[in-house]
């Protein structure tokens, strides 16, 4: 069954260590993964005349850059150095997908999804075989109770929550729908379908349509 887990690990072990050790007031908030080439960092907390040089003594970051602003907060894509990225493939090989990771305090939490409680002990020791301190401070199975309180099935549940997660909804869109079907692992065909018959049960979930008729209409 596929399997919710919460991991944490000191920056000092993992990526951006140097940098709070300048900035220790910084706030981090890594964007989905979908590609481990360069990733989108949320930075907040203190202002770029402080980020920028940490960044640039920072050993874990290979180059960087500001994309986005808002307000007191700054998207920045980075390129990690190899062995960052090679902890990101750790995870990837065991069928890990990032759900959502942030810093604080010089301490990453990250929830990740895996196919299996299997996967997690797997990608678990495997990280504790490079002498990073990590811990699981959350574990569950993926719910299908707050699916089945409105109506949806559990793959339309994990169709609609993926979806969100991953920015499909944002304006502008964050992710194509085909490349929501390829995280999913089914075809675009597939998670139309999904979509079309999700949004008619919360639609009718929201303003009390008889079943009956619904199934009449549609």
């Not at 979930?205 to 549609?218: G, H, P, T, V």
Request: with cysteine; charged share 25%.
């Amino acid at each position: 069954m596929a399997t919710i887990a919460e991991f944490r690990v000191p920056t000092s072990d993992t990526a951006l260590g140097a940098t709070f050790e300048e900035v220790p007031s910084l706030v981090c908030e890594m964007e989905p993964v979908v590609a481990t080439d360069n990733l989108g960092v949320w930075f907040s907390g203190s202002g770029l005349s402080k980020i920028y040089p940490a960044l640039s003594e920072d050993r874990t970051v290979m180059t960087y850059s500001i994309i986005r602003s808002n307000e007191n907060r700054w998207l920045c894509s980075i390129e990690f150095s190899d062995e960052i990225s090679e902890l990101f493939s750790l995870v990837l090989d065991e069928g890990g997908t990032l759900l959502t990771a942030t810093a604080t305090n010089g301490e990453w939490t990250s929830r990740l999804r895996f196919p299996a409680h299997e996967n997690v002990s797997r990608a678990y020791e495997r990280l504790a075989e490079r002498d990073i301190q990590v811990e699981v401070t959350r574990l569950q199975p993926l719910s299908t109770v707050p699916a089945e309180s409105i109506g949806l099935t559990p793959e339309q549940y994990e169709a609609l929550t993926t979806a969100i997660q991953y920015g499909y909804f944002e304006i502008p869109r964050e992710i194509s729908q085909e490349e929501l079907a390829d995280k999913l692992d089914i075809s675009h065909q597939a998670l139309s379908e999904r979509f079309r018959r999700a949004y008619r049960t919360l639609v009718a979930s929201s303003i009390d349509i008889n079943k009956e008729k619904l199934a009449n209409i549609c």
